[in-house]
Each structure stands twice: as structure tokens, then as C-alpha cells.
């Protein structure tokens, strides 16, 4: 029986009997209707990917809690995930307004001590050559994670795609990488501030 043939329903059936390849399929089957959904909505690339995982990872629970009861209407259950989180982040962003660091706007521009002296600018050269060093003691692919996470301002999704791994693996490691860097940061006895 060829993948698209296959109902959403069996699909379903098949990742709680333990099939992983089968939540691939549902997700590859209807990515570009949720992705479309969640962006029609919030009309911000990074903020849609990070709701889109949002959305899968609910997903992903209540279907490895037996919690789903609505296997013949998949999409229709997987929107309504979608547009609940959507709600929570307009939510939370009337509460707490948040701004992204673009061309025309940096976050430094508000908080920044435009006076800031020489002692000011060799303390903070000197804590990112700290981090900097302290990145280079972590294992290779939690190293590459955090990289591509906090410096490239990826997503989970993004790396996920980018590194040929599972976003359940991609958030592992940097787990992985941030226990590991405050291990690192105590043995060392360093103090980024």
C-alpha cells in the first residue's frame, strides 16, 4: 500500500504501537497545511517554526499517553493544537511584549550603556573569550547544537533538518550541552559576568 493511501488513522495506530517512521509520514503529510496555518496567524518565520514544534510535541505526548481518541480526524486535531498555542503566544506577548533583533532594531540599542569605558569593553571581550573557550571542551555535536541554536538563531526544526536528526535528539543534546557547560563552567571556576 503506497504512503498515501495509508489513512492518518492507521498511521496513528501505528506510532503508539511503536512505529516511528509512521509519525515521519503524518508529519511530512500535512507539514506545509500546519506550517501555512500557524503562519497565516502569526506572519514570523521563527516564532511559526518554534510553534510548529510546539504543535508536535504535544502531539507526540498525548499520542505516547493513549490520550488521542480522535484517529479518523488527525489534521483537524493537530490544528486545533496548533491554534490553542497560537493563542498562548499572543497571550503571553500582550503580557510581555517581545522584540527579535533585526536590521533595523537591537535589544543592545536599549539596554546598552552607550558610555561604556575601556575596563567595561576588555570585561565583556573577555567573558566571550570564555565562553568561547569553555564551548570548546563540550563534546563535538552538542558543541554544533548549542552553536546553531544560541549563535545562529536556529530552530530545533531548522537543526533538526540541517544535521539529518530528530528534533527529539536535537533538543537531547542540548540538554546534554547546557548540563554540560554549567559542569565545565563550575569545574573551571569561571564567572561569565
Excluded: C
Excluded at 4 to 9: E, T
Excluded at 23 to 30: A, G, P
Excluded at 149 to 162: H, P, Q, T
Amino acid at each position: 500500500m503506497a504512503d498515501l493511501n495509508i489513512p492518518d488513522s492507521l498511521l496513528v495506530k501505528k506510532y503508539i504501537e511503536g512505529n516511528e517512521a509512521a509519525l515521519s509520514k503524518l508529519i511530512n503529510r500535512h507539514e506545509s497545511r500546519i506550517y501555512g496555518f500557524i503562519y497565516s496567524k502569526i506572519k514570523d518565520k521563527d516564532i511559526t517554526n518554534d510553534l510548529f514544534q510546539d504543535t508536535f510535541i504535544k502531539v507526540i505526548k498525548t499520542l505516547k499517553n493513549n490520550s488521542y481518541k480522535e484517529e479518523d480526524k488527525f489534521l483537524s486535531w493537530v490544528l486545533r493544537i496548533s491554534h490553542n498555542l497560537i493563542v498562548d503566544h499572543f497571550r503571553k506577548t500582550k503580557r510581555m511584549p517581545m522584540q527579535r533583533d533585526n536590521d533595523q532594531f537591537s535589544i543592545f540599542s536599549i539596554i546598552s550603556d552607550n558610555s561604556l569605558n575601556i575596563e567595561n569593553r576588555i570585561i565583556i571581550e573577555q567573558v566571550e573569550t570564555d565562553l568561547k573557550n569553555l564551548l570548546e571542551e563540550l563534546v563535538e555535536d552538542q558543541k554544533e547544537i548549542l552553536m546553531m541554536r544560541l549563535y545562529y538563531n536556529m530552530s530545533f526544526r531548522e537543526i533538526s533538518e540541517e544535521k539529518k536528526i530528530s528534533i527529539n535528539t536535537a533538543l537531547g543534546r542540548m540538554r546534554y550541552a547546557l548540563n554540560n557547560l554549567r559542569k565545565i563552567i563550575e569545574k573551571n571556576k569561571v564567572v561569565l559576568n
